[in-house]
């Protein structure tokens, strides 16, 4: 990959790094060294794990100044939705940065739920090498340029509660059943299957959900049934 790639990508995040090495590195997958044993340079997990670091600590202090009537829990929940690897690889779609990764050509070929968790490690790498490069407040300010604004989404659509939990909470105090759950439909190949997935209350369906695993489709169907029961 030339080195002009990734001046683009500098120029659609709009920081500049000094050290162009570090954003590399943030940007290359252990496959892909693995696959190019002649290659100087590292790959992008220890970036990974400081810019996990980082992340969390911005949108904590964030989260705990925009919500100051939330207790603990519900800002813990909140922040698990902001940076788990669902919104980060979301984020990192955004930015294009599945265009400019260096990634083996086994990896480069799969599409499927792989590639999220990819996306969203690279996202991570990306905030560790501009706060390696560039210092904290550049590393704030992409977090809350990026990541931060997915809070509204987060919040308004309950993304951060637990809907199984509450469905099964009221379903329990008005019916006294505890609901239950059934796959009704699988697609996709394996390494990028949909599932979807019905909440009944007894014999009766009460709504479905999808997702890309069996548990996303049982939190989709739950939120669903919440509305549906008109218990949210």
């Given at each position: ?7 683009e990508?500098e ?6 790094f000094?050290?162009k090495?570090t954003?590399?590195q943030a940007?290359?997958?252990?496959s892909?060294?693995?696959e190019n044993?002649?290659?100087k340079?590292?790959?992008n997990e220890r970036l990974?794990f ?7 600590l911005?949108?904590t202090h964030?989260?705990?100044d ?8 519900d800002l813990?929940s909140i922040r698990?939705?902001?940076v788990n690897?669902q919104t980060?690889?979301?984020v ?6 599945n ?8 990896e480069a070929?799969d599409?499927?739920?792989a ?8 996202l991570e790498?990306i905030?560790g090498?501009?706060y390696?490069?560039?210092g ?8 809350l340029?990026n ?12 993304l951060?509660a637990d809907?199984?939990s509450?469905f099964q ?6 019916a ?9 439909k699988?697609?996709?190949?394996d ?6 997935v019905?909440?009944?209350i007894g014999?009766k369906m009460?709504?479905?959900g ?5 548990q996303?489709a049982e939190q989709?169907a739950?939120?669903h049934?919440?509305k ?5």
């Amino acid at each position: 990959m030339k080195e002009k790639d990734f001046s683009e990508f500098e120029r659609l995040i709009g920081i500049e790094f000094k050290n162009k090495g570090t954003l590399k590195q943030a940007l290359t997958h252990r496959s892909f060294l693995n696959e190019n044993k002649k290659l100087k340079g590292g790959h992008n997990e220890r970036l990974e794990f400081l810019g996990d670091a980082v992340l969390e600590l911005v949108i904590t202090h964030y989260l705990y100044d925009q919500y100051p009537d939330k207790n603990e829990g519900d800002l813990t929940s909140i922040r698990s939705a902001l940076v788990n690897a669902q919104t980060c690889a979301e984020v990192a779609k955004k930015l294009n940065v599945n265009d400019y990764l260096l990634l083996s050509r086994g990896e480069a070929k799969d599409v499927g739920r792989a590639r999220q968790y990819i996306l969203a490690n690279a996202l991570e790498a990306i905030i560790g090498a501009i706060y390696i490069d560039l210092g904290y407040e550049k590393a704030k300010g992409f977090i809350l340029k990026n990541i931060a604004p997915m809070t509204e989404q987060v919040v308004k659509e309950e993304l951060w509660a637990d809907a199984k939990s509450k469905f099964q909470e009221k379903a329990q105090d008005v019916a006294g059943v505890t609901p239950s759950y059934k796959t009704t439909k699988e697609t996709g190949p394996d390494h990028d299957k949909k599932f979807t997935v019905a909440v009944f209350i007894g014999d009766k369906m009460v709504a479905e959900g999808e997702g890309d695993s069996k548990q996303d489709a049982e939190q989709s169907a739950a939120r669903h049934a919440l509305k549906e029961k008109e218990w949210d």
